[in-house]
C-alpha cells in the first residue's frame, strides 16, 4: 500500500459526458501528479500540482483540469468524454518536486470505461 | 511521446537466473528512475539513480547509469517468480518550476517456477 487513494476504482460512462477522479496524496507530500496509462500511448504524464499549484504540464487535452485543493487532495476532470479517452488514470505523489526531484508513490488507478 | 526506449520488451527466464532490462533515453536528465508493476495495477517504485551517480543497489536490485551513453540498466539477480511483472525506466528532466516523469515502454519479465 502506497498510502495514496485514488476513487473510484472503475468508472463506466458514456461519450460527451464528464468525470472527476479524485486522489489523495501520502500524507506529508506537497506534489501530486497525473498519469494516463493507454495501450497504444503507454505511460504518459499529465500534470503536476505542488501545495496547491500548477506546477507541470504534459500532454493533457484542453478537454481536461485538474486542480489541488488546501487539504492536499487533487481532482482530474474529464470532460467531453471520446472512447479514446478509455484508460487507467494513476495519481502520484511525492515530498518534493520543485529543486530537487524524489520518487513517486502511485495510487491503484482509476478505470475509465467510456462507451 | 516517449523519452525511454526498454530493450527488451519481454524477457522470459526460469527462477534463479538473473534479469537484466535495458534503458534508453534521448535529453539530459536528472535522475532517473526504475518502477515495477504488476498487471493493471499501479506502480511501485523501486530505486532511484541521480544523474551524478553510476549505479546503485538495493536488495536483489542493480542499477547503473551511463549518461554519456543515456543508457541505463536494471539487473534482477536470483530471481523469484514474484518478480514477474512490468518494468518500466523514467526519467526526470525537472524543470525550472516543477518536476515529471517521461516512462519508457517498459518490459514484461515473466520468471517461471
Known amino acids: 500500500d502506497s498510502g495514496v487513494t485514488q476513487t473510484p476504482k472503475h468508472l463506466i460512462t458514456a461519450t460527451g459526458q464528464r468525470v472527476t477522479l479524485r486522489c489523495s496524496p501520502r500524507s506529508g507530500d506537497l506534489s501530486v501528479y497525473w498519469y494516463q496509462q493507454s495501450l497504444d500511448q503507454g505511460l504518459q504524464f499529465l500534470i503536476q500540482y505542488y501545495n496547491g499549484e500548477e506546477r507541470a504540464k504534459g500532454n493533457i487535452l484542453e478537454r481536461f483540469s485538474a486542480q489541488q485543493f488546501p487539504d492536499l487532495h487533487s481532482e482530474l476532470n474529464l470532460s467531453s468524454l471520446e472512447l479514446g479517452d478509455s484508460a487507467l488514470y494513476f495519481c502520484?505523489?511525492?515530498?518534493?518536486?520543485?529543486?530537487?526531484?524524489?520518487?513517486?508513490?502511485f495510487g491503484p488507478g482509476t478505470r475509465l470505461t467510456v462507451t | 511521446s516517449q523519452q525511454g526506449e526498454e530493450d527488451p520488451q519481454a524477457l522470459s527466464i526460469q527462477e534463479g537466473e538473473n534479469a537484466t532490462m535495458n534503458c534508453s533515453y534521448k535529453t539530459s536528465i536528472n535522475n532517473l528512475q526504475w518502477y515495477r508493476q504488476n498487471s493493471g495495477r499501479g506502480l511501485v517504485h523501486l530505486i532511484l539513480i541521480r544523474s551524478n551517480e553510476r549505479e546503485k543497489h538495493s536488495g536483489r536490485l542493480r542499477v547503473t547509469l551511463d549518461t554519456s551513453k543515456k543508457s541505463s540498466s536494471l539487473l534482477i539477480t536470483a530471481s523469484r517468480a514474484a518478480d514477474t511483472a512490468s518494468y518500466f525506466c523514467a526519467t526526470d528532466a525537472w524543470e525550472t518550476s516543477g518536476s515529471r516523469l517521461t516512462f519508457g515502454e517498459g518490459t514484461q519479465l515473466t520468471v517461471n517456477p
Open positions: 502520484a505523489s511525492s515530498r518534493g518536486g520543485l529543486a530537487v526531484s524524489y520518487e513517486q508513490y
